[in-house]
């Protein structure tokens, strides 16, 4: 006796369009897919017909020999930009926006119950390749430390150059410095009077500042733990220290300038080895709540008067006023920030025997990031946006038509925007704000992405792996999260801190957290 087919079921006799992309024969269809890159839009080659269950293993492939680069194979990323649905909210992640191809085009498309009606196999489908970093940065799965030391809640903590150390500043007037090969303290650098509030390591490693409530900055000598050199803080600041940042090594290497800003409404410019002042911007009329030191040789400002500054670092002349926000700009990032911290050293690890070759290895480092992508910044605010703005000047040189108007408005913070911080690749945004939510967006166009939900208190900061495919917060909640950038959702969850966390940084395969529990914990894989 013969086997009967069963018939289809009544809902998919109904609607036709509900049939499974997959035939009976269980064999995956073809379709015609397109590649193109994500940069520039260029094509990458005539389209090509492939099964759709074809996985990223094989789109890689696929695109490496389009390229001529299948003798040294390069990691991608994949995404397909979908069209808009009638009805939907622009404010879902994948509306009219991209969709990671994480397995293959079958499973996060044509099969997947959220998306199979948006493309069907009869369309040629445009897949957009970003190269990824031909490194890999291990997963974090455990806290492998947990130091004692300070004896007031942590506020700030920082990472060296090359990642062998780590810098922490507390409310118990210290900074400490911890040895991360061995995960042990190192130094304690005793000498303010007041908090500390923030810490920042010049691009060698020579030098780690700190600036605190008792409105000195002092300069320490990592390697002894002591002061620099006699006299003191660089004094000058009427009021707290709220932000430092270094020249970038490929702009000065023997002797780089460190800016600091203050709640008194000024940026003082500090000669680290005359201990002189050099000059002062003095344009905000409120306090100066970020301050950054350009790749082209500008400082940027972000300010409680509502505005960002430009100023030329040779001179202190005023180049710009950017003054779109609403309220409070709190927080500034470039996305140049990690190769201009980094300086000379990149994952190989070489360490430059002289200024001049740590001059010229940076300057490399920078001119290969901004031949494609030129300096960018983007500003967060008590507003709830954030805006992109644009770019100095274009890839072939050219200043932008309009400086002032902003490349795009980034609205979805429900309330204060407390930090941002670009991926080292240039490609992503990642917002943190008091509405307990981390934000994604486009590091080009500033578009929406996802919204990353799994904290149930304010987020205070991010952190990006070097090869950025891992973004770290940390929160009120006293979890750190570490999220998979595929699926938005939580990669691993990092609980063990018994209060708010304020602090978080990511280098190699290691996190750094502190807060007000009053422990430094190390996280690795």
Request: hydrophobic content about 30%; proline content about 6%; aromatic content about 8%.
């Amino acid at each position: 006796m013969t086997t009967l087919i069963p018939p289809k079921p009544k809902r998919q006799r109904k609607n036709p369009t509900l049939t499974t992309s997959t035939p009976s024969n269980g064999i995956a269809p073809s379709i015609v897919c397109q590649f193109r890159n994500a940069k520039d839009g260029t094509l990458l080659g005539p389209s090509v017909s492939l099964p759709a269950d074809t996985g990223r293993e094989g789109l890689e492939l696929l695109v490496n020999n389009l390229r001529g680069t299948a003798e040294d194979p390069v990691p991608f990323s994949f995404h397909i930009k979908l069209p808009s649905a009638q009805g939907e909210e622009e404010t879902t992640p994948e509306e009219g926006l991209r969709l990671t191809i994480s397995k293959s085009i079958q499973q996060d498309l044509l099969t997947h119950p959220k998306h199979s009606q948006k493309l069907s196999t009869e369309d040629v489908f445009v897949i957009d390749c970003e190269p990824e970093a031909v490194f890999r940065v291990r997963e974090i799965t455990r806290c492998s430390s947990s130091l004692d030391g300070h004896a007031s809640p942590i506020l700030c903590a920082s990472f060296s150059p090359t990642g062998q150390y780590l810098a922490t500043g507390s409310g118990d007037n210290t900074c400490r410095l911890w040895n991360l090969s061995s995960e042990t303290p190192s130094h304690t650098l005793s000498g303010h009077t007041n908090w500390v509030l923030c810490v920042e390591w010049d691009g060698l490693e020579r030098f780690v500042a700190t600036g605190s409530m008792d409105n000195t900055v002092r300069l320490w000598d990592p390697k002894t733990g002591k002061p620099s050199s006699e006299g003191g803080g660089l004094k000058g600041h009427t009021k707290w220290i709220t932000s430092l940042s270094w020249e970038p090594i490929h702009l000065n290497s023997s002797n780089p300038r460190l800016a600091s800003s203050s709640k008194d409404s000024t940026v003082r410019i500090w000669n680290p080895r005359s201990r002189k002042l050099e000059f002062s911007l003095g344009g905000h009329t409120a306090s100066v709540n970020q301050v950054r030191w350009g790749g082209e040789g500008v400082i940027f400002t972000a300010s409680s008067d509502r505005t960002v500054k430009l100023w030329d670092g040779k001179d202190g002349k005023l180049i710009r006023t950017l003054s779109e926000h609403a309220h409070w700009v709190n927080t500034l990032a470039l996305n140049t920030d990690f190769i201009l911290r980094t300086g000379p050293f990149d994952q190989h690890g070489k360490i430059p025997v002289s200024d001049e070759q740590a001059k010229e290895l940076s300057l490399k480092r920078y001119q290969t990031f901004t031949s494609t992508t030129p300096e960018q910044l983007i500003s967060g605010s008590d507003d709830h946006t954030l805006f992109l703005w644009p770019a100095l000047r274009d890839s072939s040189g050219q200043p932008p038509s309009n400086p002032k108007k902003p490349v795009a408005r980034l609205t979805g913070h429900q309330k204060q925007v407390n930090h941002v911080a670009w991926s080292p690749d240039g490609r992503f945004i990642a917002s943190a704000g008091f509405d307990n939510a981390v934000k994604l967006w486009d590091g080009r166009t500033g578009k929406f992405i996802a919204s990353l939900r799994g904290h149930v208190a304010a987020v205070y900061r991010v952190s990006w792996s070097s090869d950025s495919r891992m973004l770290v917060s940390a929160s009120k909640d006293s979890t750190l999260k570490l999220w998979d950038l595929k699926t938005f959702k939580i990669r691993v969850d990092l609980p063990g801190h018994n209060d708010e966390v304020y602090c978080v940084d990511f280098v190699a395969d290691k996190i750094a957290s502190g807060g007000r529990d009053k422990k430094v914990k190390i996280w690795r894989h």
